[in-house]
């Protein structure tokens, strides 16, 4: 069975430009997870998808962070404009329902120069 | 702030020693979960306790859960080299409305010795 798949594995773009991340979570899975990770911390929840819906985003940073769940199945983050502060690995994760355990991505390394 | 703790931040052992890490959280939870983390990979998922659990094993495993002091522990036993990674406890703590929101801690560095 595939895991989570994210792409790109790796971004590198200088600040104020525009950027994208992609996950296809594991088949079935109706709950989907964006965290961020940052250097020698544990990952923090951005946004966490029920299907479709959108719930739990209080920690996304709603002037430039952007998310959205089509058809319940793949998802994208969107950071518009990115700043220095954003560089991080950006995490994916879906589970079969919230009270099941949660399956990672490799996650998306970005670097904002 | 971040729900859950772990202690120590960083072991160092030889191999074949056992590993103990513990967590701690503030507020009641619906479960906890243990992952690791090799360096540059993602997650790894070990163990899920549940809030009406108290302990659980898988393999070298044994994870154990005190609600009443808001922690557990995670038991890792004959350790080998290749258990060397960060370990993170998250807890999806009940909050006002009725949801919850997996809370990671920054993790325990385990560096096992050959």
């Not at chain 1, 002037?63 to 199945?73: C, I, P, T």
Request: glycine share 8%; charged share 25%; aromatic share 8%.
């Amino acid at each position: 069975e595939a895991g989570v798949v994210q792409s790109p594995r790796y971004k590198i773009i200088e600040k104020k430009q525009p950027v994208a991340f992609w996950c296809n979570p594991i088949s079935g899975h109706n709950t989907l997870y964006w965290y961020r990770q940052n250097l020698g911390q544990g990952p923090e929840l951005l946004i966490r998808y029920e299907n479709e819906e959108a719930v739990d985003d209080s920690q996304l940073p709603k002037d430039r962070f952007s998310a959205e769940r089509l058809k319940g199945v793949d998802s994208t983050l969107k950071i518009q404009p990115a700043e220095l502060g954003d560089s991080a690995v950006y995490l994916c994760a879906s589970s079969l329902d919230r009270y099941n355990e949660q399956f990672f991505g490799p996650g998306t390394r970005l670097t904002v120069l | 702030s971040q729900q859950g703790e772990e202690d120590p931040q960083a072991l160092s052992i030889q191999e074949g020693e056992n590993a103990t890490m513990n967590c701690s959280y503030k507020t009641s939870i619906n479960n906890l979960q243990w992952y690791r983390q090799n360096s540059g990979r993602g997650l790894v998922h070990l163990i899920l306790i549940r809030s009406n659990e108290r302990e659980k094993h898988s393999g070298r495993l044994r994870v154990t859960l005190d609600t009443s002091k808001k922690s557990s522990s995670l038991l890792i036993t004959a350790s080998r080299a290749a258990d060397t990674a960060s370990y993170f406890c998250a807890t999806d703590p009940l909050i006002n409305t009725g949801g919850f929101k997996t809370i990671f801690g920054a993790g325990t560095r385990l560096f096992v010795k050959a």
